[in-house]
């Protein structure tokens, strides 16, 4: 049992709020486009894609740390300082080179935080509990990106620079941190930590089972896959003729709500489903991408939308719970540490795989990456049904009451 149960629930849910601050600028591009106009606008996405690029070894590198050379809460302050200034700086800032420097510290501040959420719930929760707190998490996570997204678009209206302002919401996770949240060891009951002694040998094992690399590996690759969905969109509804900018924006508003319901729906779905959480969500979200790939009005493609959002954000949840009887609490950030690296490695190399995949087929058409990736989430959702059908029934961490 926890002490205080109700403030370390908050104080753990604050870190995810800052999670997807990436997102805070993606509707002012064009904005700070007009602002140097002597830049290339291949180089102004920088402002947008640089940050992933430090999250992916950040988020790595936070996680072996983690518990282990570095305390939580250490981890936890560096971070969201980092991205509090770094998000904010641009705010004073008219070189473009130091805004991209600001950028960089950004990103290794989200980077260093992008683990330790998730990493506070499978260390500190047990069975249904950590299953539902996964859930809520991201809920959370994307309550956060809609915050910052909205402020941001707002501010954004009065000068460009404001658009970096939303970023002090990480103040907020700092302050409720540093009251509420000690570490995750100084909070488990004698009775939890008696129960992870005795868990077996796998727990004991100072290594990460190679079964959570292949699941991060996959994950990443999956990501790579579905990411055309939100990245053709806008070419998909205007080539189509069916609408415009405003329409994309609202489809794509949809995949946010689909991903949180999700984490309204994770733990009920996990408690009926178990080992079949992973193939429901890929075959939920194989159907999203069919809407939109065959859709030819705005209602199949907010369908499909939502669809893919709610299916494809079950998968991660699922794959932690999985890690409940192989993964030591002290291993959880690290295992998380490179499923969020995976993720963000995906989403980094889609637009390779996206050329590639024109080149290979001929046809330049933007349905063509969403097809593929419902045609890769139906394969696995088969593939994946048939392995657990066959395999003997195993417990994981959902049925530990």
Sequence with gaps: MLKNKYLITIAVLSLFLPLLGLNTVSSSLQNIAEAFPQISYTNILLIFTLPALFVIPFSILSGILAGSKVKYRTL???????????????????????????????????????????????????????????GVGAIVMNIGSIVLQLLGGYLCLIDWHYVFIPHVLGVFSLLVMLFFLPEPHMLRSESALRDNETDGVEKNCNRLPITVYIQCVLYGLGVMCVNPTVTKMSAIIQTAGIGNAASVGIVLSAMTVGAMLAGAL??????????????????????????????????????????????????????????????????????????????????????????????????MSPRVPVFAGMLVCLISAVTITLIRLKAPLFVEASEVS
Excluded at 91 to 98: D, G
């Design 76 to 134: 936890v302050i560096v971070g969201l300082l980092l991205f509090i200034f770094g998000g904010t700086a641009p705010v004073w800032i008219n070189s473009f080179s130091a805004i991209l420097i600001s950028r960089i510290v950004f990103g290794i501040g989200l980077g260093i935080m992008t683990p330790l959420g998730n990493a506070y719930i499978l260390h500190l929760f047990d069975g249904q509990q950590k299953a539902n707190m996964l």
């Design 266 to 363: 994770f733990g009920k779905v996990y408690q009926k489903t178990m080992r079949f959480t992973i193939p429901i969500g890929l075959l939920t979200s194989a159907v999203g991408m069919g809407c939109i790939h065959y859709g030819n009005n705005l209602i199949l493609l907010f369908i499909g939308s939502l669809l893919s959002g709610l299916g494809f954000n079950l998968i991660m949840p699922a794959i932690m719970m999985t890690w409940g009887t192989s993964v030591a609490p002290s291993k959880s950030a690290a295992a998380v540490g490179a499923l969020m690296a995976l993720m963000n490695f995906g989403i980094f190399i889609s637009p390779y795989y996206m050329a590639v995949l024109t080149q290979f087929t001929g046809n």
